[in-house]
Structure formats: structure tokens, C-alpha cells
């Protein structure tokens, strides 16, 4: 990407990821995101006490007399290990992160250990990527577009599940105009899983809803065959 943007990524203590880009740089993102967890998590208040630990930023700002692109990230070290999902979902391989130091580490961690009895949910890990949009809520609300329910198997964190993850963000970012949640699951960590779906050989794309299912298995080079299955 080298347009100037907003990218927004806010985390679950489970791992779940819920993020956004913002080309206007208008939109109280934050607070967007919160909602989202609490829509899909079935939570009962929106997360924000998530934000000071659990969020990453990158502001991509154009300057205007040398038209040159700067790009600032800045990442929490509450999510620092997740620094792979998000280089693949915003594009900015090899970009230098800013830590935040903690305030405070240990009172702000109990303070978030405290959430847990009344917000459980957000620490068990459900392996979401769910991108959001300022359209969404009225999506969302109107039911007029079909959602599609995906599941992205892979064999540990390495360069071909980077390749993989980015492959089918960009394809759906792209191609598909209608909601989606994708989910990514490592084989290695929950082989239970693959066995539900039978998943032989990985990176293999599940469609589960619309239904019938579908199933992808060896996609990266034939993007147009991915997205005909995904939609069909």
C-alpha cells in the first residue's frame, strides 16, 4: 500500500484480531473496533479497556511539499508476538515497530485481569482476522449482503503462511464486496480442528457458510479459481 492511511488493529488477549484501515483518517476507529468485538463475541459491553495494551497503529501520512510517504507503527508489547499477522494485513514488511512501554506493567496488568471473570470470551482464542469497515454497522443492521464464513488452515508461522495470509487478504479486500470473517488456524496448535475438516496438506481455505462447504487446498498461484469456489 502507498496511499497515506489510518490502519488500526486491536487484539484480544486470546489472539483474536479485529483491524481496519482509514484512507480519510476520519473515523474514531477505536471505539469502532471495541463495538465489533462486542457484535462477534456476543460481549456484554464494548472491550475498551483493551485499547491502551492491547492495539497497534500505523499512520501513513503524505508530505505535502516532497509528496514523499512516511510511515510511523507503533505496537503494544502486550502484541508484539503478533507482529506476522499484521505486517501481512497491513503490507509493511519490514517496517520498524515503536514499542510502547507499559504504564505501570504490573498494576495495568492486574487492572486487565480483573475483565476476565465478566469478559472470558476475550481470553479465549477463537482465531478471528475480521476486518472492518465504516459501512459495516449498516451492513450489519440491513442484512443486504450475503457473509462469508472462511477458515484458513495452516502449518505453523512461517513464510509460506505469511505468503498465504496475504494471498487471500488482498483477494478478498479486493474481490469480494460482500462481510467476511476469516479465521486462521495452525494445525500444529489445534490438530483437532484439522481433523474436523479433513485437512490433509496445508495452506487449505474452508469456506463453511454460504453453505454447502468448500474447500481450497494449494490456491496461492490461481487467485481467479480461489475466488470463483469462494463465491460460488
Not at 473515523?27 to 472491550?47: G, M
Request: proline residues 7%; aromatic residues 10%.
Amino acid at each position: 500500500m502507498s496511499d497515506p492511511y489510518k490502519g488500526i488493529a486491536l487484539f484480544t488477549p486470546g489472539g483474536d484480531l479485529v483491524y481496519c484501515l482509514d484512507p480519510t483518517k476520519s473515523e474514531h476507529w477505536h471505539l469502532h473496533l471495541c463495538f465489533k468485538l462486542q457484535e462477534i463475541l456476543n460481549l456484554s459491553d464494548p472491550p475498551h479497556f483493551l485499547v491502551p495494551h492491547y492495539s497497534a497503529t500505523i499512520d501513513r501520512t503524505c508530505d505535502p511539499q516532497t509528496g514523499i510517504i512516511n510511515t510511523w507503527a507503533e505496537i503494544h508489547p502486550a502484541v508484539v508476538q503478533h507482529k506476522a499477522f499484521l505486517e501481512s494485513v497491513f503490507d509493511t514488511y519490514d517496517l520498524p515497530w515503536v514499542q510502547i512501554p507499559w504504564q505501570d506493567e504490573s498494576s495495568a496488568k492486574i487492572l486487565l485481569e480483573s475483565y476476565r471473570v465478566d469478559f472470558p470470551e476475550l481470553w479465549q482464542c477463537h482465531d478471528l482476522i475480521v476486518p472492518y469497515n465504516s459501512v459495516a454497522l449498516v451492513e450489519t443492521s440491513t442484512k443486504s449482503q450475503s457473509e462469508y464464513m472462511l477458515t484458513l488452515f495452516v502449518a505453523g508461522g512461517g513464510s509460506v503462511t505469511k505468503g498465504a495470509l496475504q494471498f487471500i487478504y488482498e483477494l478478498l479486500e479486493k474481490n469480494l464486496s460482500s462481510q467476511y470473517t476469516l479465521k486462521v488456524v495452525d494445525i500444529f496448535k489445534n490438530p483437532e480442528k484439522a481433523e474436523i475438516f479433513h485437512i490433509s496438506a496445508t495452506p487449505t481455505l474452508v469456506r463453511t457458510k454460504p453453505e454447502p462447504m468448500r474447500k481450497i487446498v494449494g490456491f496461492v498461484d490461481n487467485p481467479q479459481k480461489v475466488l470463483r469456489i469462494i463465491t460460488s
